[in-house]
């Protein structure tokens, strides 16, 4: 549906797409993949009216005569493991059999009336303390509401599960506290205390198993039905997943063969670009899943820089991307945003792993890009059923495998268990790993540093698994973030650059470990366009203010330089175009000269006034004491507190979140005690109150 529109939607309409002959769909190269529908879900008019609760909305449909209890997932995920993990949620409820399911994000059920449902479930992560980009309207939605408010929640259970990460230490946990109070404030009933995980540590699983079995306790489920459920949910899950590709013997006639990773996303996008433009309303649920969140291939502008001195036992990239897609953002990107890069398993580990279950890298492989929404629980026996919805593209099997699972991650207790239980082969070999997997002391010291290419390779010939099964049980490749270094204004919007830290150690079994996304953007050539990724706006206020004028104190030790150097060249073409410039204090970290990044740059924006003041701090020069960048705040109190006590002034920080961002909120803390005059307590009220924003990353 469209929301604001009050238009009546068609409910359960059936139709066909073919090309028209002359039109937009009717070209040679998208002749053979322009998907068809065998099974669609309804298309529903553009301007349906939203649903008065989420239940009468698109996914829950009763499959028995008998009266049936609501449930509710709702999720609120940036990166996607709150999503995978309110689809897991849902599944399970669902084998319960007792309940029809609905799954939404937060956003969603800020606009409909949760009050309906019999039982709220939700799984979020917070950054930074804030909610994640589809979580934002949901607590004001619980406060400002007319059906919202407090009390209106009574007759509703709910339950909370929160992912964060404890090096975060000051806002761990903080937004999924903020929902299950606001819940427990509006009258729900807690089936069970607030679930959290800790994505610093290393039981994510068993947190969240341990959370679910308490929770099928809540709702009515004997230990025994509740384990029943979870297998059932789980089987569930992996055919829907293990469908969606398939090893064929050959590709259909006058279908394409994709060659790249890149040509096949390229393919892909454009589908979905004709459809949404003149073949499927926009509001159908299965188009609207595949063009969400889209990434693209990426141009390589210029070759890499190196930043660093060579021998110095650091490696930092200069990397310049172009992209390749216009959007509906105006300029493309922001200095502050980030962009997104899928990397790709390194060729050694997708022949060891192919190698292993006995595949030709060449190999066509039917991807069913539009199989199966986490919108379709049903209920028992039918929980999550698969949906062909789209033709499938053809690609390569060392594409499947190079770009879906991570090769390179240790597999964990659970997924050798998985592998134990649905391979086929060798008894003995199967019995070993399941062995392997229950025994917690032997499969740490023995798994250590152990990738999952690595672990199939030892069974080479002796566990057999389909590729769709093996993809569906590895953990799924995982984005990687990079701060933009750049400025739209300069030298134009659709190029960026990058500032990489390339990663390679050797691991406990001998193999060279170079960092997935590191060495591919280190290694790119020009003109390449085999780098995946898109453009993520920050939400956080993570960006150059809109007051020229207003002071700026930026913090951004190691790569966390990169952002300050875009909100630097975003300064210096405000400067060129006649605007009036603040005061802009930064302070830098480094070992030694030999890896101060951006150095020249630097010393010139110091020299032009894009800079008003540099300080950098070297921890590793040979006979001086060691200076971290709190240091240099604390020593620079008077300046760094003439541009605080200003109430325009923004405060930004980069860099590690373990020590370096506590460290440096304390000293900016010092600083307004010390050179304000302050108390302590006063201080820690000021800083709080200030336009203090941080991106920090797990170190």
Not at 596 to 605: F, H, N, R, S
Request: aromatic share 6%.
């Amino acid at each position: 549906y469209e929301k604001g529109t009050a238009s009546p939607s068609a409910k359960d309409l059936v139709f066909e797409v073919k090309a028209r002959p002359g039109g937009p769909l009717d070209t040679p190269h998208l002749a053979a993949s322009t998907p068809s529908f065998s099974e669609p879900a309804a298309v529903r008019n553009a301007a349906s009216p939203p649903p008065s609760s989420l239940q009468e909305s698109k996914t829950t449909t009763p499959t028995s005569g008998e009266a049936r209890r609501k449930a509710t997932v709702l999720f609120g995920s940036n990166a996607g493991a709150s999503e995978q993990m309110a689809n897991e949620i849902a599944r399970f409820v669902a084998a319960h059999g007792e309940f029809s399911v609905n799954v939404a994000t937060l956003d969603e059920a800020a606009t409909t009336n949760i009050a309906a449902t019999d039982v709220l479930l939700v799984a979020t992560s917070t950054y930074n303390g804030m909610p994640p980009d589809n979580a934002k309207a949901f607590l004001p939605s619980l406060s400002v509401s007319e059906k919202i408010k407090k009390g209106s929640l009574e007759g509703v259970s709910f339950a909370v599960f929160g992912l964060g990460n404890s090096q975060w230490h000051t806002t761990y946990m903080q937004y999924p506290r903020e929902v299950d109070l606001a819940l427990q404030e509006a009258g729900a009933t807690r089936l069970v205390d607030m679930g959290a995980a800790d994505m610093d540590g290393t039981t994510v699983e068993d947190s969240f198993e341990a959370w679910l079995s308490s929770l099928g306790t809540a709702l009515g489920a004997s230990s025994t039905e509740g384990v029943a459920a979870a297998l059932e949910a789980e089987s569930a899950r992996l055919e829907e997943e293990a469908s969606k590709l398939q090893v064929v013997d050959e590709v259909p006639k006058g279908r394409i063969l994709f060659e790249t990773a890149a040509d096949a996303l390229a393919g892909a996008n454009e589908i979905i670009d004709k459809l949404l433009a003149k073949g499927v309303d926009a509001s159908d649920e299965v188009i609207k899943e595949l063009a969400k969140d889209r990434i693209h291939p990426l141009r390589v502008h210029q070759a890499p820089r190196e930043l660093c001195t060579p021998g110095c036992g650091r490696s930092v990239s200069h990397v310049t991307l172009q992209l390749t897609t216009k959007t509906d953002q105006e300029p493309a990107y922001r200095a502050g945003d980030h962009l997104e890069i899928l990397p790709c398993n390194s060729s050694d580990l997708v022949s060891m792993a192919l190698d292993a279950l006995g595949i030709a890298p060449e190999a066509p492989v039917a991807w069913h890009l539009g199989r199966g929404t986490r919108r379709q629980a049903r209920g028992a026996h039918q929980a999550f059923a698969t949906k062909p919805v789209l033709e499938p593209l053809y690609i390569k099997a060392r594409d499947v495998m190079g770009f879906f699972p991570d090769l390179a991650a240790p597999p964990s207790k659970k997924c050798v268990a998985k592998i134990a239980e649905h391979a086929s082969g060798c008894p003995k070999a199967i019995a070993e790993l399941a062995a392997l997997s229950k025994d917690a002391e032997r499969f740490s010291a023995t798994m250590a540093d152990v990738s999952l290419a690595e672990l199939l390779a030892r069974y080479r010939g002796r566990v057999q698994l389909d590729l769709g099964l093996f993809v569906a049980l590895a953990k799924p490749m995982a984005p990687r973030f990079y701060s933009i270094s750049s400025s739209p204004s300069s030298p134009s919007d659709d190029v960026l650059t990058l500032t990489v830290a390339r990663v390679s150690y050797v691991t406990k079994t001998g193999r060279v470990h170079r960092g997935l996304a590191s060495s591919l953007l280190g290694d790119a050539q020009p003109g390449e366009g085999n780098i995946l990724g898109a453009v993520r706006r920050m939400t956080s206020g993570f960006c150059v203010p809109e007051d020229a004028s207003a002071p700026l104190l930026l913090v951004g030790p190691g790569t966390g330089l990169a952002p300050m150097m875009a909100f630097l060249h975003e300064r210096r073409a405000r400067r060129a175009s006649g605007e009036t410039l603040g005061k802009a204090v930064l302070f830098f970290g480094c070992r030694s000269d030999d890896d101060y990044l951006y150095k020249d740059e630097l010393a010139g924006m110091l020299k032009d006034g894009t800079l008003t003041s540099l300080h950098v701090a070297l921890s590793r020069t040979s006979g001086v004491q060691k200076v971290y960048v709190q240091d240099l705040i604390a020593a620079n109190a008077k300046e760094v507190w003439s541009l605080m006590r200003d109430p325009s002034c923004r405060v930004f920080v980069c860099g590690d979140a373990r020590s370096m961002a506590p460290s440096v909120r304390r000293a900016f803390i010092d600083a307004a005690h010390s050179a304000g005059g302050m108390s302590v307590s006063s201080a820690e009220s000021f800083v709080g109150s200030m336009t203090y924003i941080e991106d920090v990353w797990a170190g």
